[in-house]
């Protein structure tokens, strides 16, 4: 899960996190997921997960009645807020998202996180879906979004672990090189994984990312 090695690299490389967004390869995905995650998310009140700088927040904005940006590198959110979002709508806080804190149940009809889901362990996965539920409560609406692996584009992986987690080997702005874990989910595992705490599954695969929509049960 979120491990040093990987919220020292997201802290390092804070000032460039949105460049994969940059890709002009990716522009049709994006346009088509932004379509499909504000559908989703109209009138919701929203917890952001891992908000990053929040690219994502700037749009769920747009729709949802309010949005709780996180994340648990505060490099991330100091320039999460200078995007001069809507105060009324959006909110910022620090927060672990493997370690969430209590009382947060019935405050939010909605979860999301962009990346996150690949930074879990898959024998973790179950069981962390159990704690969002039992976290959050019953018939939460659950978005996660995450990238396709594409040879060429995507890094590749430096091993694999006997879980087969796979891991590839970062180098951040500050010189120094990382072994992040990154997994990369086929529709068949995600719908195996899910398939015991949520209902109402819906998996997106676009070239670049997949979308993947369910309620907590």
């Not at 390869?25 to 997960?49: I, N, P, S, W, Y």
């Not at 992986?157 to 086929?186: H, V």
């Amino acid at each position: 899960m979120i491990t040093n090695q990987l919220t020292q690299f997201y802290a390092v490389n804070a000032d460039n996190y949105d460049q994969v967004y940059a890709q002009e390869e990716r522009f049709d995905d994006l346009d088509d997921l932004q379509e499909m995650v504000a559908e989703l998310f109209q009138g919701h009140k929203v917890l952001e997960l891992a908000c990053g700088t929040a690219y994502w927040t700037d749009l769920i904005a747009e729709v949802a009645e309010s949005v709780h940006a996180t994340d648990i590198v505060p490099e991330m959110i100091a320039l999460a807020e200078t995007r001069g979002l809507d105060e009324d709508v959006v909110t910022f806080g620090v927060m672990d998202a493997f370690n969430l804190p209590d009382g947060l149940e019935g405050q939010y009809t909605a979860v999301f996180a962009a990346g996150l889901w690949s930074h879990v362990k898959r024998e973790d996965q179950e069981k962390y879906l159990k704690t969002l539920r039992a976290k959050l409560g019953k018939d939460v609406l659950l978005v996660l979004l995450d990238e396709t692996y594409v040879d060429g584009n995507s890094m590749v992986f430096a091993r694999t672990d006997l879980e087969g987690n796979t891991f590839q080997i970062l180098t951040a702005d500050d010189g120094q090189r990382y072994e992040i874990m990154k997994n990369y989910l086929t529709d068949s595992t995600l719908r195996k994984r899910f398939s015991t705490s949520t209902r109402q599954i819906r998996v997106e695969r676009l070239e670049y990312y997949y979308l993947l929509s369910c309620k907590l049960k």
